[in-house]
């Protein structure tokens, strides 16, 4: 099966510091990526979508990078906080429609 | 906007019993899909709409699951009959563009069988 991976371990970071999370994918090469974040007892709230030909995109204190060698997309949150902390889930695009998710990586960022 | 609407938000029945989840896309969006959400399994795609139409349904778990959309502004998904095994957080998600574009999601249906 196309299958796309994160980390299911916690993250935990000092405020201030950078996050980092990882998506990685495998077989199947997707034309794009997505990133959403996910709070406790909410639905996915979508944060950036970066195409297979763009190697970064920003958003505020967001950059998302596509590595295609790699099959791989890191996350970064820069100077994080404490109302960063969330779960954040990967997904990329399967055939013309569908969009298939990652099982998330929760992030805690302490004081 | 008021964003997609599901309901109800909390479930609880037991085993054998019939569900209805129920979900109102946004407006003007033609994609509607439907994912269930485990500690286990993580959020799972189960079928997806464009225009009213089932698309894919091959991550229904089985003949026990169906969904449909009678009209642009509602979707049902029924489980019949329930099983514990079923119990999860159901959301529903709408898009302007298919799988291509930003979903939006609604706050989910948490489904406990007992």
């Known amino acids: 099966s196309q299958k796309i991976e994160q980390n299911s371990e916690a993250l935990n970071i000092q405020e201030g510091k950078t996050a980092t999370l990882t998506c990685n994918y495998t077989?199947?090469?997707?034309?794009?990526l997505q990133w959403y974040r996910q709070d406790p007892g909410r639905g996915p709230v979508f944060l950036l979508l970066?195409?297979?030909?763009?190697k970064e995109k920003r958003k505020e204190r967001l950059k998302v990078t596509f590595d295609t060698t790699l099959k791989q997309s890191l996350f970064h949150i820069t100077a994080s906080q404490p109302a960063d902390s969330a779960t954040y889930l990967c997904?990329?695009?399967?055939?013309?429609?569908?969009?298939?998710f990652g099982t998330g990586t929760r992030l805690q960022v302490f004081p | 906007d008021a964003g997609v609407i599901q309901s109800p938000r909390h479930e609880v029945t037991e085993m054998g019993q019939e569900v209805t989840l129920r979900c109102k896309p946004i407006?003007?969006?033609?994609?509607l899909f439907w994912y269930r959400q485990t500690m286990m399994r993580g959020l799972e795609l189960l079928i997806y709409?464009?225009?009213?139409?089932?698309?894919?349904d091959s991550g229904m778990p089985e003949d026990r699951f169906s969904a449909k959309m009678p009209n642009a502004s509602f979707s049902t998904l029924k489980i019949q009959p329930s099983e514990p095994r079923d119990s999860a957080v159901y959301f529903c998600?709408?898009?302007?563009?298919?799988?291509?574009?930003?979903?939006?999601f609604g706050e989910g249906s948490r489904l406990t069988v007992l």
């Open positions: 970066i195409r297979e030909n763009e």
């Open positions: 709409f464009n225009n009213n139409v089932p698309i894919d």
């Open positions: 407006s003007g969006h033609n994609s």
């Open positions: 077989n199947y090469s997707p034309a794009y």
């Open positions: 998600a709408s898009s302007r563009q298919g799988g291509t574009g930003e979903l939006f």
């Open positions: 997904a990329r695009e399967e055939g013309a429609d569908k969009l298939i």
